[in-house]
């Protein structure tokens, strides 16, 4: 009995434990499955909260699963979505990149990461990235597949711009220095390898300041842009055109069969450059002055092909602009020169080493000095006496014309105020203008303030200006022209007859006088087409009321011509060279002396 008991209670222990044990068992599984469902909602929760689009597929490519933010990112709900294959609704039918991404997911288990074009439900084209894992079952096989995606449009749209800002010009959208510099440097690869020449044209707009100075920032930015579509239109498409900044601009030509292809771009550059730009009523005439230089006569490397082109540029500058030079080695000892000039102008405009000749201008009927015309030396410590030719262009590259021409028509009014003073002064001062200084904002104002702090009358000053620099801007010179004759300041058209000019542009101008250039008297009487230019010049300043001058004269011949046709006063060698104001006072002195005999 006792056995039987004992083995009784050993087997109710047994089951104990073993139901004990089963019941732990199940806890543990049902805590586990608790878990696993906790675990699924959090997944559920992240997934339906993230800002991400989650898609997962099914080994056809089939959507089985679409989270909120896909349905945000496309347009398309859950029940739209599952069950249809990307191409049908959501990324273009065809596409290589599309395409690539399935196979990479089908051979790698490492996922993948592409860029795709895609499309929403309203029809807008959108940029997504794709982040793609492939999903496998326990034994390993790919089952599906998981995407990450995100609407990157807006970020690659400004990556895309600040690119482009990076790389362009902002104002014209042309390449800018460091994309020009890239694309020359890819120009001279690709011509090493094809042997083959790369040209490098470096342009400078000339005196393109006056359109800022007189027109304002707003149409000096309109030529701008203007000029960038008219050297677009020269050039092919391999080509490039940028803005190196300010008025200057690069343009590489690569892939030339011939060095001597480049003349023809600049060739045809300068003739687009004839027509005028037109800003509202106002026509403005910009010419460029183009410097060339080539792969791989000239340099071998950007920086050498850019330097030779800026040099070859300055050479053109000096040649009188609105043309283009070829670099050549001689450049680099004329460059040098140049520098050195530069440096020496400044010195010498703060060191006052300029003075002023006077050279006589004679009244034709009566035989004595009218009028005097001041003309600007200077007296270089290193060279001697410099002529203008050598240093005015450099000093309005400089900025500096302003400030010398201001300078010289003041010392012109105190040498007037010193003849008047004396009894002299019977006579006429001009002062030539620079095209700087004439379309300068406040040139009426400075002119007028210098005559009044001078205390000359302003009827005895006179300014002389091209006949190129008003056809420039008719509008604008007509309008400074009458600022300055409104003040009793004569105003003289000189060179004239080289522009062309109508009698109808030249009724409008409020000009005083005229001055006839010396190209046409240097070859009368001989020359009977050059007689009758002058002739005609002549002809209508008369009916015009206007004072003509003639430069230039050399002979007996050439004054008595002129006496025939009536012009009203010469100046040139004939009667003087240009004189220092010693010597201009001592021959105003003996025609005062001459005049007070006669009238005594």
Same mark, same amino acid.
């Given at each position: 009995?006792?056995?039987?008991?004992? %083995?009784?209670?050993?087997?109710?222990?047994?089951?104990?434990?073993?139901?004990?044990? /089963?019941?732990?068992?199940? &806890?543990?599984?049902?805590?586990?499955?608790?878990?696993?469902?906790?675990?699924?909602?959090?997944?559920?929760?992240?997934?339906?909260?993230?800002?991400?689009?989650?898609?997962?597929?099914?080994?056809?490519?089939?959507?089985?699963?679409?989270?909120?933010?896909?349905?945000?990112?496309?347009?398309?709900?859950?029940?739209?979505?599952?069950?249809?294959?990307? #191409?049908?609704?959501?990324?273009?039918?065809?596409?290589?990149?599309?395409?690539?991404?399935?196979?990479?997911?089908?051979?790698?288990?490492?996922?993948?990461?592409?860029?795709?074009?895609?499309?929403?439900?309203?029809?807008?084209?959108?940029?997504?990235?794709?982040?793609?894992?492939?999903?496998?079952?326990?034994?390993?096989?790919?089952?599906?597949?998981?995407?990450?995606?995100?609407?990157?449009?807006?970020?690659?749209?400004?990556?895309?711009?600040?690119?482009?800002?990076?790389?362009?010009?902002?104002?014209?959208?042309?390449?800018?220095?460091?994309?020009?510099?890239?694309?020359?440097?890819?120009?001279?690869?690709?011509?090493?390898?094809?042997?083959?020449?790369?040209?490098?044209?470096?342009? *400078?707009?000339?005196? $393109?300041?006056?359109?800022?100075?007189?027109?304002?920032?707003?149409?000096?930015?309109?030529?701008?842009?203007?000029?960038?579509?008219?050297?677009?239109?020269?050039?092919?498409?391999?080509?490039?055109?940028?803005?190196?900044?300010?008025?200057?601009?690069?343009?590489?030509?690569?892939?030339? %069969?011939?060095?001597?292809?480049? @003349?023809? &771009?600049?060739?045809?550059?300068?003739?687009?450059?004839?027509?005028?730009?037109?800003?509202?009523?106002?026509?403005?005439?910009?010419?460029?002055?183009?410097?060339?230089?080539?792969?791989?006569?000239?340099?071998?490397?950007?920086?050498?092909?850019?330097?030779?082109?800026?040099?070859?540029?300055?050479?053109?500058?000096?040649?009188?602009?609105?043309?283009?030079?070829?670099?050549?080695?001689?450049?680099?000892?004329? /460059?040098?020169?140049?520098?050195?000039?530069?440096?020496?102008? @400044?010195?010498?405009?703060?060191?006052?080493?300029?003075?002023?000749?006077?050279?006589?201008?004679? *009244?034709?009927?009566?035989?004595?000095?009218?009028?005097?015309?001041?003309?600007?030396?200077?007296?270089?410590?290193?060279?001697?006496? &410099?002529?203008?030719?050598?240093?005015?262009?450099?000093?309005?590259?400089?900025?500096?014309?302003?400030?010398?021409?201001?300078?010289?028509?003041?010392?012109?009014?105190?040498?007037?105020?010193?003849?008047?003073?004396?009894?002299?002064?019977?006579?006429?001062?001009?002062?030539?203008?620079?095209?700087?200084?004439?379309?300068?904002?406040?040139?009426?104002?400075?002119?007028?303030?210098?005559?009044?702090?001078?205390?000359?009358?302003?009827?005895?000053?006179?300014?002389?200006? #091209?006949?190129?620099? &008003?056809?420039?801007?008719?509008?604008?010179?007509?309008?400074?022209?009458?600022?300055?004759?409104?003040?009793?300041?004569?105003?003289?058209?000189?060179?004239?007859?080289?522009?062309?000019?109508?009698?109808?542009?030249?009724?409008?101008?409020?000009?005083?006088?005229?001055?006839?250039?010396?190209?046409?008297?240097?070859?009368?009487?001989?020359?009977?087409?050059?007689?009758?230019?002058?002739?005609?010049?002549?002809?209508?300043?008369?009916?015009?009321?206007?004072?003509?001058?003639?430069?230039?004269?050399?002979?007996?011949?050439?004054?008595? $011509?002129?006496?025939?046709?009536?012009?009203?006063?010469?100046?040139?060698?004939?009667?003087?060279?240009?004189?220092?104001?010693?010597?201009?006072?001592?021959?105003?002195?003996?025609?005062?002396?001459?005049?007070?005999?006669?009238?005594?």
């Amino acid at each position: 009995m006792v056995t039987i008991s004992s %083995e009784r209670a050993t087997e109710r222990e047994r089951l104990e434990h073993a139901n004990d044990a /089963l019941a732990e068992e199940m &806890v543990g599984r049902l805590k586990a499955q608790q878990a696993e469902l906790l675990a699924a909602q959090k997944l559920r929760m992240h997934v339906e909260r993230t800002p991400l689009g989650v898609v997962e597929w099914d080994r056809q490519h089939r959507v089985t699963a679409w989270n909120p933010a896909a349905e945000a990112i496309f347009g398309f709900p859950e029940h739209e979505a599952l069950g249809r294959t990307a #191409t049908e609704f959501i990324v273009p039918a065809s596409g290589a990149r599309r395409d690539a991404m399935w196979r990479e997911l089908g051979l790698s288990r490492d996922g993948t990461k592409i860029t795709l074009d895609n499309v929403t439900r309203a029809g807008r084209s959108i940029q997504c990235e794709w982040y793609n894992t492939p999903l496998v079952d326990p034994g390993g096989r790919i089952v599906g597949f998981a995407s990450l995606v995100q609407d990157v449009t807006e970020r690659l749209n400004t990556e895309r711009t600040i690119h482009y800002m990076a790389h362009h010009d902002a104002l014209t959208g042309l390449p800018n220095r460091r994309l020009m510099q890239d694309r020359l440097n890819q120009a001279i690869m690709q011509a090493r390898r094809k042997q083959r020449h790369v040209a490098v044209l470096f342009l *400078d707009l000339d005196r $393109f300041k006056l359109v800022n100075d007189t027109l304002g920032h707003d149409s000096g930015d309109y030529v701008l842009k203007d000029v960038a579509r008219r050297l677009a239109s020269c050039v092919r498409e391999i080509d490039t055109v940028s803005r190196e900044g300010g008025d200057e601009f690069v343009v590489i030509l690569p892939d030339l %069969e011939r060095p001597e292809n480049a @003349r023809i &771009v600049a060739e045809k550059i300068l003739r687009e450059f004839a027509r005028p730009v037109e800003i509202g009523s106002q026509e403005v005439h910009i010419t460029t002055s183009i410097g060339i230089s080539h792969y791989p006569n000239d340099a071998t490397d950007v920086n050498q092909l850019l330097k030779h082109a800026d040099g070859a540029m300055y050479q053109a500058k000096d040649s009188g602009r609105n043309t283009a030079r070829f670099y050549t080695s001689d450049l680099n000892y004329l /460059l040098s020169r140049r520098l050195e000039m530069e440096g020496r102008l @400044r010195k010498g405009i703060e060191l006052e080493e300029f003075f002023l000749r006077y050279q006589p201008q004679v *009244d034709i009927a009566t035989g004595r000095i009218a009028g005097l015309e001041a003309l600007v030396r200077w007296n270089d410590p290193s060279k001697g006496e &410099v002529l203008p030719s050598d240093f005015i262009l450099v000093a309005e590259e400089l900025g500096l014309i302003v400030q010398l021409g201001e300078w010289v028509f003041r010392t012109a009014c105190r040498q007037l105020k010193a003849w008047e003073a004396e009894g002299i002064g019977d006579v006429v001062v001009s002062v030539n203008l620079s095209p700087r200084q004439f379309m300068s904002r406040r040139l009426s104002a400075s002119l007028l303030a210098i005559v009044r702090e001078s205390g000359v009358d302003p009827r005895s000053v006179a300014v002389e200006i #091209t006949e190129s620099m &008003v056809m420039r801007s008719m509008e604008q010179s007509i309008e400074i022209l009458a600022q300055l004759r409104s003040v009793g300041i004569g105003v003289s058209i000189d060179d004239f007859g080289v522009g062309y000019s109508s009698l109808a542009q030249l009724k409008r101008l409020p000009a005083s006088g005229l001055k006839i250039d010396r190209s046409f008297i240097a070859n009368v009487p001989e020359d009977a087409s050059s007689g009758s230019i002058t002739e005609t010049i002549i002809a209508m300043a008369r009916s015009l009321k206007l004072r003509v001058v003639a430069e230039g004269v050399e002979t007996r011949a050439q004054l008595d $011509f002129l006496r025939a046709k009536h012009c009203d006063a010469f100046q040139g060698y004939l009667f003087s060279r240009p004189l220092t104001a010693l010597e201009a006072s001592a021959m105003l002195r003996a025609q005062a002396g001459s005049r007070a005999t006669a009238t005594g």
